[in-house]
């Protein structure tokens, strides 16, 4: 008995499902075109699997989100960055001695060849970092030549360390630069968080002293942006690595897609709303008015996900982190009683309701890179560093799957019929 019918016409294709571990169940439709002629239409894939993966569950109805089956409250509470990051590329928890020899290995590579220096003061100084961090990341290929092939495991491990080390070095670096102070060079004597805040905050002239807080809460952050499957950045990650380019080439693509203020650059998006309600004398209600206007292009920032119907669980808990960290800061942030108002107003709004509108994990994660002194425009780089780990785990997973394919998505075509060529004199 076949799992599905499709009737088209006379014609008939049975089709098979395939069930997950959990969650959704999938129908291939592989011979849909050479049986029945025909393609199928899903704006945006907000129905269609390219693949399976074992990397990352998420229940969009229930609100549920597992690192290889570990829940996200879990290891945003009691693991680490580079323990996670471990675990999302070889899908177990590292033993004690796997994690020193990982945590060493990303230690020895936070070096950058001190000629990339060029790269970063070839960009103005009022670039946006998204574009530098997408294009030094790709020029890592070129500076570190010597393991691209993707289809060696070696060579990817050490390509992979390289990013994950060299990742907050290029970040730090182009932020001295648009701020025209002096680069700090990594301190290996630092866990991964706290080295970042040194070579981002600290200058030449004066001791630094990071703030456990901060770094506490830089870390559980970098957790809880660490992979979400197969979002808009991931699958760019996938579909560029589909065509076996090399790792650095792949994950600058995701970086670009991450850029997006649909995608991670709502975290910057959201900051600007909220100081724009601010500024506008802080009337949420005009806000939330505006979002529901079809006429009108704004959006509720922050707001809604493809995947979740429910609250994102990294909301949940970015949102009680920014109460602790701004208190624990001494940071009295107007912003986050606007945000927390507007919440309120939306989540009784029968529009938000209605289409289960909920804050995203962009919402409040702003007000906390803000508090940890980061510039706005850093906040959607901060995204990509914590989701770095994911994006090399979803691009080792494709690599590594036999019944991987190049993607070649087909199309309908909607253009003109043909027609002949017209000489320029006789148009
Ligand atoms: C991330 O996919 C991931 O996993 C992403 C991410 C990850 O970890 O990688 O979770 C990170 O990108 C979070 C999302 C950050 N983006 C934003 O906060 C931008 C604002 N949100 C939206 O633009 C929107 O909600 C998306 C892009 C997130 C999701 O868009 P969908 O799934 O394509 O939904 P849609 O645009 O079809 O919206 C459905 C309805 C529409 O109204 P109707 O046509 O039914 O009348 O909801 C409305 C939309 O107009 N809607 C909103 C809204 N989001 C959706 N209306 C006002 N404000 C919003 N924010």
């Given at each position: 008995?076949p799992?599905?019918v499709?009737?088209y016409?006379?014609q008939e294709l049975e089709?098979?499902?395939h069930?997950?571990?959990?969650g959704?169940?999938?129908?291939?439709?592989?011979?849909l075109?050479?049986?029945?002629?025909?393609?199928?239409?899903d704006?945006?894939?907000?129905?269609t699997a390219?693949?399976?993966?074992?990397?990352t569950?998420?229940?969009?109805?229930?609100?549920?989100?597992r690192?290889r089956?570990?829940p996200?409250e879990q290891?945003a509470e009691?693991?680490?960055?580079?323990?996670?990051?471990?675990?999302?590329?070889?899908g177990?928890?590292?033993?004690?001695?796997?994690?020193?020899?990982y945590?060493d290995?990303?230690t020895?590579?936070?070096?950058?060849?001190?000629?990339m220096?060029?790269?970063?003061?070839?960009?103005?100084?009022?670039a946006?970092?998204m574009q530098?961090?997408?294009s030094a990341?790709?020029?890592?290929?070129t500076?570190?030549?010597?393991?691209?092939?993707?289809?060696d495991?070696?060579a990817?491990?050490?390509s992979?360390?390289?990013?994950i080390?060299?990742?907050?070095?290029?970040?730090a670096?182009s932020y001295?630069y648009?701020?025209?102070?002096?680069?700090v060079?990594?301190?290996?004597?630092?866990?991964?968080s706290?080295n970042?805040?040194?070579m981002?905050f600290?200058?030449?002239?004066?001791?630094?002293?990071?703030?456990p807080?901060?770094a506490?809460a830089l870390?559980m952050?970098?957790?809880?942006?660490a992979?979400?499957?197969q979002?808009?950045?991931?699958?760019?990650?996938r579909?560029?690595?589909?065509?076996?380019?090399?790792i650095f080439?792949?994950?600058?693509?995701g970086i670009h897609?991450?850029?997006?203020?649909?995608?991670?650059?709502a975290n910057q998006?959201?900051l600007e709303?909220l100081?724009?309600i601010v500024?506008?004398?802080?009337?949420?209600?005009?806000f939330?008015?505006?979002?529901?206007?079809k006429?009108?292009?704004f959006?509720?920032?922050?707001?809604?996900?493809?995947?979740?119907k429910n609250?994102?669980?990294?909301?949940?808990?970015?949102?009680k982190?920014a109460e602790?960290v701004?208190?624990?800061?001494?940071?009295?942030d107007p912003?986050?009683?606007?945000?927390?108002?507007l919440e309120?107003?939306?989540?009784?709004?029968?529009?938000?309701?209605e289409?289960?509108?909920?804050?995203?994990?962009?919402?409040?994660?702003?007000?906390?890179?803000?508090?940890m002194g980061?510039?706005?425009?850093?906040f959607?780089v901060?995204?990509?560093m914590?989701?770095?780990?994911?994006?090399?785990s979803?691009?080792r997973?494709?690599?590594?799957?036999?019944?991987?394919k190049?993607?070649?998505?087909?199309?309908?075509y909607v253009g003109?019929?043909?027609r002949d060529?017209?000489?320029i004199d006789?148009?």
């Amino acid at each position: 008995m076949p799992d599905a019918v499709l009737r088209y016409g006379e014609q008939e294709l049975e089709l098979t499902s395939h069930s997950g571990t959990e969650g959704d169940t999938g129908v291939d439709i592989g011979k849909l075109r050479s049986e029945l002629g025909l393609v199928t239409i899903d704006r945006g894939f907000a129905n269609t699997a390219e693949g399976l993966s074992a990397v990352t569950y998420i229940n969009g109805e229930e609100g549920i989100l597992r690192y290889r089956g570990y829940p996200i409250e879990q290891l945003a509470e009691k693991s680490d960055f580079l323990e996670v990051a471990y675990l999302l590329q070889y899908g177990e928890l590292p033993t004690k001695t796997e994690y020193e020899e990982y945590e060493d290995a990303i230690t020895r590579h936070t070096l950058l060849r001190e000629d990339m220096k060029y790269l970063f003061e070839a960009f103005p100084h009022n670039a946006h970092p998204m574009q530098i961090l997408a294009s030094a990341t790709s020029a890592l290929a070129t500076y570190y030549p010597d393991a691209l092939d993707p289809l060696d495991e070696e060579a990817v491990d050490l390509s992979a360390r390289r990013l994950i080390a060299k990742t907050p070095t290029m970040m730090a670096w182009s932020y001295k630069y648009s701020v025209h102070q002096p680069y700090v060079y990594p301190d290996n004597s630092l866990d991964y968080s706290s080295n970042f805040l040194k070579m981002m905050f600290s200058v030449p002239a004066e001791e630094y002293v990071v703030d456990p807080v901060v770094a506490n809460a830089l870390t559980m952050l970098l957790i809880l942006h660490a992979d979400h499957g197969q979002n808009c950045s991931s699958s760019a990650v996938r579909l560029v690595g589909s065509g076996h380019a090399n790792i650095f080439s792949s994950i600058s693509a995701g970086i670009h897609a991450l850029s997006g203020p649909l995608h991670g650059g709502a975290n910057q998006a959201v900051l600007e709303m909220l100081d724009m309600i601010v500024s506008e004398g802080g009337d949420t209600s005009q806000f939330v008015k505006r979002a529901k206007d079809k006429n009108d292009p704004f959006r509720l920032m922050g707001f809604g996900h493809r995947v979740y119907k429910n609250f994102d669980p990294r909301a949940r808990i970015i949102k009680k982190a920014a109460e602790e960290v701004l208190d624990a800061l001494g940071v009295d942030d107007p912003l986050l009683e606007v945000a927390m108002e507007l919440e309120q107003v939306a989540l009784n709004d029968d529009y938000f309701v209605e289409r289960r509108l909920y804050p995203n994990v962009d919402f409040y994660s702003g007000i906390i890179y803000r508090a940890m002194g980061f510039p706005t425009d850093m906040f959607t780089v901060l995204f990509a560093m914590g989701r770095l780990p994911g994006w090399i785990s979803q691009w080792r997973e494709l690599s590594a799957d036999p019944q991987a394919k190049i993607f070649r998505p087909r199309q309908l075509y909607v253009g003109p019929e043909t027609r002949d060529y017209v000489p320029i004199d006789e148009r």
